[in-house]
């Protein structure tokens, strides 16, 4: 309704969706007051369509991150397994991206990034084959958001280690080491999915999933994949930067250490725009662009989803 009012010019239908928006949000209320509404699929999705209805609308960048938010509180609520298959997995993967782009904006660590979460994958690509809709390019995009989930962990890791001043050799090494190790698989996926998207056997790697929805979802998930790879190349150089820095500190203590490449304090190295510009290089150097969608606030959604969260954009303002 909001989107046909907006086409149309018709204020009378703009401002019934507001009325209905209102409405919908006195009911949700209501319903998470209620222990069983509260984890219930209809709750969730309700939630996330208003979360939609936000975006479209453009109600603020504030009033959009306090909404997802709210929809990662649920899926944490409802936990990990009632996600694994059914109209529960369905809600979930449409909105994962947005929990991670809001996680790297706030640069905090991201639930999804868990083992639980990782372990339901099977479920969900067993499911598909049952139905017979399995596709090798689904489940390869499952594990490589996975590991994308990591990324915003990363980003807090990293903040903590370079505005301390107690980091040890040894937690710098591990956190480098999980940085490199999950740096890899990205790239071993990416090359999978583009080796096999322009391959003869292109039709049995994406399975039931129509030629024209592989090139968008693989295209924007490519986007998505080089991305994190960038954000990680970056993290890694910022740690190799900072320990440079601390070892020649060490060799000549009174010599004044150089500013910070990234010329802000230390602890907010990486800001919004900083993220904002790694995500934007993984999507120019890493893969061949996807698919180029004209950057509305009405596409806003479908970009974050398929690009699991990695989008150099800032939501709708």
């Given at each position: 309704?909001?989107?046909?009012?907006?086409?149309?010019?018709?204020?009378?239908?703009?401002?019934?969706?507001?009325?209905?928006?209102?409405?919908?949000?006195?009911?949700?209320?209501?319903?998470?007051?209620?222990?069983?509404?509260?984890?219930?699929?209809?709750?969730?999705?309700?939630?996330?369509?208003?979360?939609?209805?936000?975006?479209?609308?453009?109600?603020?960048?504030?009033?959009?991150?306090?909404?997802?938010?709210?929809?990662?509180?649920?899926?944490?609520?409802?936990?990990?397994?009632?996600?694994?298959?059914?109209?529960?997995?369905?809600?979930?993967?449409?909105?994962?991206?947005?929990?991670?782009?809001?996680?790297?904006?706030?640069?905090?660590?991201?639930?999804?990034?868990?083992?639980?979460?990782?372990?339901?994958?099977?479920?969900?690509?067993?499911?598909?084959?049952?139905?017979?809709?399995?596709?090798?390019?689904?489940?390869?995009?499952?594990?490589?958001?996975?590991?994308?989930?990591?990324?915003?962990?990363?980003?807090?890791?990293?903040?903590?280690m370079v505005a301390s001043t107690h980091a040890s050799k040894t937690d710098r090494a591990h956190l480098t080491r999980r940085i490199m190790d999950c740096r890899q698989k990205l790239s071993e996926i990416q090359l999978t999915i583009l080796t096999h998207l322009n391959s003869d056997n292109r039709g049995e790697f994406i399975g039931m999933i129509t030629a024209a929805a592989a090139n968008t979802l693989g295209g924007f998930s490519l986007e998505g994949i080089g991305s994190g790879?960038?954000?990680?190349?970056?993290?890694?150089?910022?740690?190799?930067?900072?320990?440079?820095?601390?070892h020649a500190s060490r060799q000549r203590p009174w010599a004044t250490v150089a500013p910070y490449p990234f010329q802000v304090n230390v602890p907010a190295f990486i800001n919004a725009q900083a993220v904002a510009k790694a995500i934007a290089d993984g999507k120019h150097t890493h893969q061949p662009p996807g698919p180029q969608t004209i950057q509305r606030p009405d596409t806003w959604f479908d970009r974050v989803s398929m690009s699991m969260g990695m989008v150099e954009e800032m939501p709708p303002t």
């Open positions: 309704m909001m989107q046909l009012g907006q086409d149309h010019g018709d204020h009378r239908l703009v401002m019934a969706s507001r009325e209905l928006y209102v409405h919908a949000l006195q009911q949700i209320m209501g319903a998470l007051n209620r222990p069983s509404l509260a984890v219930a699929d209809e709750t969730l999705a309700t939630a996330i369509l208003l979360g939609a209805y936000e975006m479209v609308n453009a109600t603020g960048q504030q009033a959009w991150m306090l909404h997802s938010r709210g929809v990662a509180c649920l899926l944490v609520l409802r936990g990990a397994q009632a996600h694994a298959t059914g109209l529960g997995r369905t809600l979930m993967l449409s909105f994962r991206g947005f929990i991670v782009f809001d996680a790297l904006m706030k640069g905090e660590r991201c639930f999804l990034e868990a083992q639980e979460w990782r372990e339901i994958i099977p479920e969900g690509v067993q499911e598909e084959e049952r139905r017979g809709q399995a596709s090798r390019l689904g489940e390869l995009i499952e594990y490589a958001f996975h590991e994308i989930a990591h990324c915003p962990g990363f980003l807090a890791e990293t903040r903590a790879i960038s954000f990680l190349q970056q993290l890694l150089t910022v740690l190799t930067s900072n320990a440079s820095r601390r």
